[in-house]
């Protein structure tokens, strides 16, 4: 039996096709996937460009697929299942397949066992945690002003917010106002203000000033420092809450970090989650995963057939 793992988030979308023997076949790659920030027609044709991408690197055909599992940015309530969950079905018909939020492919890709805390931190963030006994917690992981913080994207424009008042001398002074304009190919703060004053801030940037933001605080630039100190906070104050909610207060357990953010090249932000969890839960251990989300997606659907033998319903 085959299985296709897919894991679509805020910028790409990727996927997995193996056996129910964990043979991995081939894989793909298409754009960005969740609805709320791209719109359901992009995120379809990302989901297919995908799909197909890996049936082509495989010997299969679409018809040799016995489950499709997709973990996806932006399926965090109800309402979205039932928006997400037509459009999968345009995409494969009346194929059998399972739908998590992206934060449960997360944790299996990092937990054999499935349980644990999922912390997402890449272009946004997103929680979400599983107990021994099944029992499971997902926070609303929305947009800021419905409670959620964190992510690569708000810490670009945290950087822009205090490289702009860095400029203009209203806060401590930080060399994020010399590198952001070379990143928009400019020479001053003020072209940049020009450039993004009317429109939004062009993407490939906002995935760029993260990288800058890690580099200045290795080289000991203050505001830069405080904002990963920040985020990490922040991202540990996240996990507490799933914790506190799943009563895992006395128990050894594991954080699975998924997302770009985690993988910069200076401890202050890991150092400030894991001293803002052990506030509350003194047996933690932090976990980047040896191998990306879209794995935890195939993993789920070995799971399943395993579990099901075969008879997905």
């Known amino acids: 039996m085959y299985i296709a793992g897919i894991d679509g988030g805020g910028t790409k979308t990727h996927c997995i096709i193996g056996d129910e023997k964990g043979n991995i076949i081939s894989f793909g790659n298409g754009g960005p996937a969740n609805y709320h920030s791209v719109g359901i027609e992009r995120s379809k044709n990302s989901l297919k460009d995908a ?5 082509l690197n495989s010997n ?7 489950l ?3 973990g996806l940015s932006g399926a965090d ?5 039932i928006v997400i969950n037509k459009f999968i079905k345009e995409i494969i018909g009346d194929k059998k397949y399972k739908l998590y939020h992206d934060s449960w492919i997360g944790l299996r890709s990092g937990s054999k066992d499935y349980t644990g805390i999922a912390a997402i931190c890449g272009t946004g963030t997103g929680f979400s945690g599983r107990r021994k006994d099944g ?10 002003k419905l409670g959620n ?38 020479k001053t703060m003020e072209d940049v203000s020009k450039i993004i004053k009317n429109n939004n801030v062009p993407e490939e940037i906002l995935k760029q000033i993260p990288i ?22 922040t991202l540990g104050r996240f996990s507490v809450s799933v914790i506190k909610k799943l009563e895992m207060e006395n128990d050894e357990i594991n954080v699975i970090l998924i997302g770009s953010i985690y993988k910069g090249n200076s401890p202050l932000l890991l150092d400030a989650m894991k001293q803002t969890i052990h506030k509350v839960a003194k047996n933690v251990n932090l976990i980047l995963p040896d191998k990306p989300p879209v794995y935890g997606a195939y993993y789920l659907g070995i799971d399943l057939l395993s579990k ?6």
């Open 51 to 55: 799909i197909n991408e890996a049936l």
């Open 60 to 66: 299969l055909s679409f018809d040799n697929i016995d």
């Open 68 to 70: 499709f599992v997709f």
């Open 77 to 81: 309530q109800e309402d979205d299942f």
């Open 135 to 144: 029992k499971e917690v997902v926070l609303r992981n929305l947009d800021y």
């Open 149 to 186: 913080k964190g992510g690569g994207d708000e810490l670009a424009i945290e950087a822009l917010h205090f490289a702009f008042r860095s400029e203009e001398g209203t806060f401590c002074k930080t060399e994020l106002e010399n590198v952001i304009p070379k990143l928009f190919s400019v």
């Open 212 to 233: 800058e933001i890690f580099r200045l605080a290795n080289e000991g630039d203050t505001i830069a420092q405080e904002l990963l100190i920040e985020l990490g906070e």
């Open 308 to 313: 099901s033998g075969g008879d997905i319903k």
